[in-house]
Each structure stands twice: as structure tokens, then as C-alpha cells.
């Protein structure tokens, strides 16, 4: 994704969705402090991109 970023960041826009399936607010600052993402961060409180996307509760790439 940071290569991807880094071709076309001035083309596109990048959102990372972290949904509330099994962690909280806290757990994804915690984990985003760890390994830094690019792009813009959105919380998916209800879980709704995760079902939409039938995304497993592992990391998960859409690109749309």
C-alpha cells in the first residue's frame, strides 16, 4: 500500500477503514502506532464495511 501511495497519492485518495469487529478505538490507535498506514483513517463503528465487503477479521485490501 506505502508503494501504491507513493506512485499515484497525488491521483487518488486512500481510506482505511478499521471496523469494529473484534477490536475497539484504542486497539486500532494502538496497532496505527505500530505500523504506520498512509492514507485517511475511518472508523466503521457498526461493522459495516466488514459485512459488505465479507471481509475477514484479518487485514483485509479493497480497492475500488
Request: overall charge neutral.
Given at each position: 500500500?506505502?508503494?501504491?501511495?507513493?506512485?499515484?497519492?497525488?491521483?487518488?485518495?486512500?481510506?482505511?477503514?478499521?471496523?469494529?469487529?473484534?477490536?475497539?478505538?484504542?486497539?486500532?490507535?494502538?496497532?496505527?502506532?505500530?505500523?504506520p498506514?498512509?492514507?485517511?483513517?475511518?472508523?466503521?463503528?457498526?461493522?459495516?464495511?466488514?459485512?459488505?465487503?465479507?471481509?475477514?477479521?484479518?487485514?483485509?485490501?479493497?480497492?475500488?
Amino acid at each position: 500500500m506505502a508503494a501504491a501511495h507513493e506512485a499515484h497519492g497525488e491521483e487518488v485518495e486512500f481510506l482505511v477503514v478499521a471496523a469494529a469487529v473484534a477490536q475497539d478505538r484504542d486497539d486500532v490507535r494502538r496497532h496505527i502506532q505500530r505500523r504506520p498506514v498512509v492514507g485517511r483513517i475511518l472508523w466503521d463503528v457498526r461493522g459495516r464495511a466488514a459485512r459488505a465487503f465479507e471481509a475477514p477479521g484479518t487485514g483485509y485490501i479493497v480497492i475500488l
